[in-house]
């Protein structure tokens, strides 16, 4: 691995049991998208979200019938629950009441003098505040002023809500400038970091489906958290939100921010490749789907880069004719035959596994 | 669009048809998975490829059968083909005597005096020559001098070869430092960037499945890419290598390095959402999958985000209750009911295609 991230130093914030920021991790969250006026089953989708490791969850509350339901679903779930509120600040009210960890509201549809009670309320109940920016959204005066949603737009945005909530005597604040350009959203966070300690939440918005989202995601978010930049992050994916966490913690381990769950490295497959690569890593990853620990895992296929990469990590299998040489910490412990190399693999991992816990 | 990226200068050479590097464009690569002994298979996957996008396509060779294929292979296809060679240095004179554009030597397993005779054959034939190093294959003597593949010993491995081949007076090179480790790869190409005006072929190796290959892909080309490094790239993933080509465009769309195909800006979907955002993407993406002209079209879920990045669209749906605005060039021209949708967004890209070439 190369050298750490040095993460920008800002100010811790406490989001119920979740510390945000503050050489804290980074923090994963997401999005419901269910009804919130749909308890049953947007607790259900929740419980969904803890289960595949979503640390901080928000949903949209549109209407006192979804504010209302707020307490029911904070009773039911184990993770902070965030408000995102558009428009009316009433129901940033009714959402304080019911006892979310957070809010976020959006400077480009809630007027200040709106929000002053909202930033009273927050502040008696101790509840945090996100000013969460967004290009699509961006208020008139700063749309007309700059020609545009650009960085610095969104970042006067975001940094004139600050300035007012904090003469109102409130710090307990994130801030997000999200753009669907991913070099916009990147320039606007860097200059951000260059000029406030509070946490930030990193976003590339309305990024698209799967692939799409996974690419511009990646890029965003990797670059700024590559840089030290992000103290929580969300993964948007247009369709469920079950999908973005893994993809959001493949970002954080691929830089090495936070060693979570198995590292699987393996082979693109060539003319030279003789077991089924491919095949085994699926079945590899599905077995290890719930695995929090972390650990590398390599799967290659020949002689090339097979044992390069196999001594390299914790466990490896490098294939040759239908046989493998299985490697553990960079020493060849075994052959395999390809038919016994998942049931190995598998048996390996739970084995350093045990084997680590034991040292503890 | 933020800032264009300021691409760093590199020295330009040419593969076959192809200008890599002096400002050409960034050029895609992929590499068979077939045996490259099947001549029809291996053909009949290029020509997929290449119908995806592909502009360079490399294959393994590993015995003599693949060597003498190459020619046939040549003959069948259009775009330029790489041969890859590892450890016995008469496969690539054999490639070089088959007209292969270009090849691929690495120089953790083949020592310089044996591949004297190789650059010779290039230097007459004019045949491209890459320095491909790979962490996973790295040279004994640099491995144990650095205790590890890391981004150090991977350029100082990638600069011998390549002074021992300028010292042959050849100078058609690429060069590559790939590793698996993301942090590592970057910090080996940016030294690289930094002392070579050669051109450099970007790749994350042995990236592991689709959505892991992508975000590791993702972050690692994309890093070095937004600083101007990179004049050809591949995305490696496990499986099909037909994958990796809409995951490369993807990573150039989002820099806006290569203006390439449909940009699709679509929400996540939340409790606000009135519309079939997800299904709607998905098809609005099938339809448009052979579209190759740039074009950005939003697909949005409410009155929040939607009216916003619609209006920053060319063509954009900012739905209500199963009813949307239809957007062009930022102006509302229309209302669509919901099941009109998608058809109304295909023809009204399709005209504007056809307004643009009007234009020209």
Redesign the interface.
């Known amino acids: 691995?190369?050298?750490p991230?040095r993460r920008k130093e800002t100010r811790r914030i406490q989001l119920g049991s979740v510390p945000i920021g503050g050489g804290a991790l980074v923090v994963v969250q997401s999005?419901?998208?269910?009804?919130?006026?749909d308890v049953k089953k947007?607790i259900a989708q929740i419980r969904r979200l803890e289960r595949a490791g979503c640390e901080v969850v928000r949903?949209?509350?549109?209407d006192e019938e979804?504010a209302k339901s707020l307490g029911f679903i904070k009773k039911a779930i184990s993770i902070p629950l965030v408000a995102?509120i558009?428009f009316d600040h009433r129901l940033a009210l009714m959402a304080i009441d019911q006892g979310v960890e957070g809010i976020r509201i959006?400077p480009?549809?809630m007027d200040f003098p709106r929000i002053r009670e909202v930033v009273r309320a927050a502040r008696e109940r101790g509840t945090v505040i996100r000013v969460g920016v967004?290009?699509?959204?961006?208020e008139k005066a700063l749309w007309h002023k700059y020609q545009?949603?650009t960085?610095q737009a969104l970042v006067e945005s975001a940094l004139n809500h600050v300035k007012r909530i904090e003469d109102l005597g409130w710090t307990k604040m994130k801030i997000s400038v999200k753009s669907?350009?991913?070099?916009?959203m990147?320039?606007a966070y860097r200059k951000l970091a260059s000029v406030t300690d509070y946490p930030l939440h990193l976003g590339v918005?309305?990024?698209?489906?799967?692939?799409?989202?996974?690419?511009?995601s990646?890029?965003g978010l990797?670059?700024l958290l590559?840089e030290g930049i992000g103290d929580t992050i969300r993964v948007?994916?247009?369709?469920s939100?079950l999908q973005?966490i893994?993809?959001a913690f493949?970002?954080l381990r691929?830089?090495?921010i936070r060693e979570v769950g198995p590292e699987?490295?393996?082979?693109?497959?060539?003319?030279?490749?003789e077991i089924d690569?491919?095949g085994l890593?699926?079945k590899v990853?599905r077995r290890l789907s719930g695995f929090k620990d972390y650990m590398k895992i390599?799967?290659?296929g020949c002689v090339?880069?097979?044992?390069?990469?196999a001594k390299?990590a914790d466990i490896g299998i490098a294939g040759g004719r239908g046989m493998g040489l299985l490697f553990k910490h960079g020493a060849i412990i075994g052959k395999v035959k390809e038919e016994e190399m998942l049931e190995t693999l598998i048996r390996e991992v739970y084995h350093m596994k045990r084997e680590r816990e034991a040292k503890r």
């Open positions: 691995m190369g050298k991230v999005m419901t998208n269910t009804d919130t006026r947007t949903v949209a509350v549109r979804s995102d558009h959006n480009g549809n967004n290009a699509g959204s961006l545009g949603p960085a669907s350009c991913v070099p916009t990147i320039e918005t309305e990024a698209g489906t799967l692939i799409r989202a996974t690419v511009k990646a890029i990797g670059v590559f948007s994916v247009t369709g939100p973005e893994p993809v493949h970002i691929t830089l090495g699987i490295v393996s082979c693109p497959t060539c003319g030279r490749c690569v491919p890593a699926k990853e390599a799967i290659m090339v880069n097979g044992p390069g990469e390299e």
